[in-house]
């Protein structure tokens, strides 16, 4: 009886739609290099396209679609022009510890054999010039080559973006997609298990983290990004509950699955010498710190600000370092298990007393209803809008600050590109959150705000949201133009201003079948939309624009604003 096969294209996309990944959504755009390619996710049950309308808006969804789903995405750019467009994206995917396989059609190995003078390339016949170049943003390169060890490549491929949290580039030639290769490889589950811990190094970190919880009479647990994005979050929480150590997290960790901004030990957001003074003084106070998947970047530390005790054991997804001692291969999630399940743990936290926690009352802000809508009113008055469950994502600038004192209800989940701070990300990325949050529940509500000068940068991804239907909330912050620019510097220069759109009108141009718009001004206006029933259902596409004073802004961006000026003038 002859072998069952299946081409090696399909192969890719059924192995992506296997569990634990449970891919059911592909972003990209199509070129005539992986025309043939895209053919195949038609062939994938539980499968579809999403059809992008530009490759760095692709890349951008692919990133959110990843985080919510806390597993991979998948990209398909075509060659040269395709796969350049998304690398902004790929950029910060790789930055930011985010899984995205991204995979370009490219020539056919005979093409480049013969070295041809094809469209998109550079016309001098390197065809591994743009692989080359992906090399810095991605894991890995990986070019299929031969039929026999193609589908070892393509699940290499996977394995390595999965375990590894980080963009990896697979280049699949046009000749290669209809290559038949036997089905009965799909029936060996992929090997994505973590590489174990160096047993001996674990074992002294198990033994140094325990004898410095013995000895701590403060102790606190500062959960950052990595946490998150390297599956820890649940070890993170049991490690709360098992110690009743008080806890922290950064802005890049605000929304971590698992993570409850109503836990009894929960102070707050820590932000360095941005913090509110009462968790500023419970983790600079703190003897110990254990931190968890730090992403040490300026604007998550108050521009370096942070002020720790001595004694501070960093957990990272690859290392782990007590003090000034690293202990490379000891990684974050299997050393946490081991540190819960050690039988010294209670010994060594037998002697610990909880000190009460003063949180920082995040008083709501009384405005009166016929004035403005100010910036410190809206971020309060949002944590009682929000709900379990919900998605929330917020541009650089007014909103990624802002957020920071609204209170998340248990399982928000939120997306904040602190790191790498590309204006416009948040767009593309509330796309794949919101392609992702509905195919995990279709009454999940995915949220944006972002500004309106953010929004004039990847606002055609709206288009793509209506044409697939999807239902999410754009909350559009018109404040005339790029106010966290203008803070850095610049406040009155041409170059931070734009043309004010008629957002109404915009999305109209689209044809949307089930969309509604609102622009409100004044305090009832919003109050008005936070308390009605219907607009708290998701059910359709809904923008809000949200106008604003020019200059209005969040406190920390205020003074986060003028440290980002003062080190841009430092020789």
């Not at 009479?217 to 990595?226: E, F």
């Not at 610990?352 to 910036?375: N, W, Y």
């Not at 109050?527 to 802004?553: G, P, Q, T, Y």
Request: charged share 25%; aromatic share 8%; glycine share 6%.
């Amino acid at each position: 009886m002859p072998q069952e096969t299946i081409t090696l294209g399909r192969y890719l996309f059924e192995r992506l739609v296997q569990k634990p990944l449970d891919i059911n959504t592909i972003f990209g755009v199509p070129g005539d290099f992986n025309l043939t390619l895209l053919d195949k996710i038609y062939e994938v049950e539980n499968l579809k396209w999403a059809g992008n309308v530009n490759e760095l808006n692709a890349a951008y969804a692919a990133d959110g679609y990843s985080r919510v789903k806390h597993s991979l995405s998948c990209l398909v750019t075509t060659f040269g022009v395709g796969e350049l467009s998304a690398f902004n994206g790929l950029a910060g995917s790789y930055a930011e510890h985010v899984g995205v396989l991204s995979v370009v059609g490219i020539p056919s190995i005979d093409s480049q054999q013969k070295q041809l003078l094809l469209h998109h390339t550079l016309g001098n016949g390197d065809f591994t010039v743009f692989e080359r170049m992906t090399s810095n943003i991605t894991q890995t390169t990986i070019v299929l080559k031969d039929a026999h060890n193609a589908p070892d490549e393509i699940d290499r491929a996977i394995r390595e973006a999965y375990i590894n949290q980080r963009p990896v580039y697979l280049g699949f030639p046009s000749n290669m997609v209809s290559v038949e290769v036997p089905a009965d490889r799909l029936k060996t589950p992929l090997d994505l298990s973590l590489p174990k811990n160096d047993e001996d190094a674990q074992n002294e970190v198990v033994e140094r983290v325990l004898e410095l919880i013995s000895k701590a009479k403060d102790p606190v647990i500062l959960i950052d990004a990595c946490c998150g994005r390297h599956d820890s979050t649940k070890e993170a929480r049991r490690l709360i509950d098992t110690t009743n150590f008080k806890f922290a997290v950064t802005p890049l960790a605000k929304g971590s699955t698992n993570i409850d901004e109503s836990h009894e030990r929960f102070t707050g957001i820590y932000v360095g010498s941005l913090s509110y003074p009462e968790v500023k003084s419970a983790v600079e106070s703190s003897d110990l710190v254990l931190s968890l998947g730090a992403l040490l970047s300026d604007f998550n530390t108050g521009s370096f600000s942070y002020s720790l005790q001595s004694n501070v054991v960093e957990f990272h997804s690859d290392y782990t370092k007590i003090r000034n001692a690293n202990y490379p291969n000891v990684r974050m999630k299997e050393v946490l298990n081991k540190i819960l399940e050690s039988p010294n743990l209670k010994q060594s936290i037998s002697h610990f007393k909880p000190s009460s926690i003063t949180k920082d009352p995040f008083p709501e802000v009384k405005q009166d209803p016929e004035s403005k809508i100010s910036q410190q009113w809206l971020w309060t008055r949002l944590s009682k809008w929000l709900k379990p469950g919900d998605t929330v994502i917020t541009e650089t600038g007014t909103s990624s600050f802002g957020i920071i004192q609204t209170r998340f209800p248990e399982n928000v989940f939120g997306i904040s590109q602190v790191l790498w701070g590309s204006i416009g990300y948040s767009v593309g990325a509330t796309y794949g959150a919101v392609a992702a949050a509905e195919e995990l529940n279709p009454e999940k509500r995915t949220i944006l705000f972002v500004g309106d000068g953010s929004l004039q940068l990847t606002a055609q991804e709206l288009s793509a949201m209506i044409r697939a239907e999807n239902k999410p909330y754009i909350f559009v912050l018109n404040n005339k133009g790029f106010t966290i620019e203008k803070l850095i510097h610049g406040p009155k220069a041409h170059y931070n201003q734009i043309q004010p759109w008629d957002h109404a009108k915009f999305i109209e141009s689209f044809n949307p079948k089930n969309a509604e718009t609102h622009s409100v001004h004044k305090v009832k206006d919003l109050e008005n939309l936070f308390n009605d029933a219907k607009f708290a259902k998701s059910d359709k596409f809904r923008l809000i624009e949200i106008n604003l004073e020019e200059m209005d802004a969040p406190i920390n961006l205020i003074e986060q604003a003028k440290l980002s000026e003062k080190a841009n003038a430092q020789n």
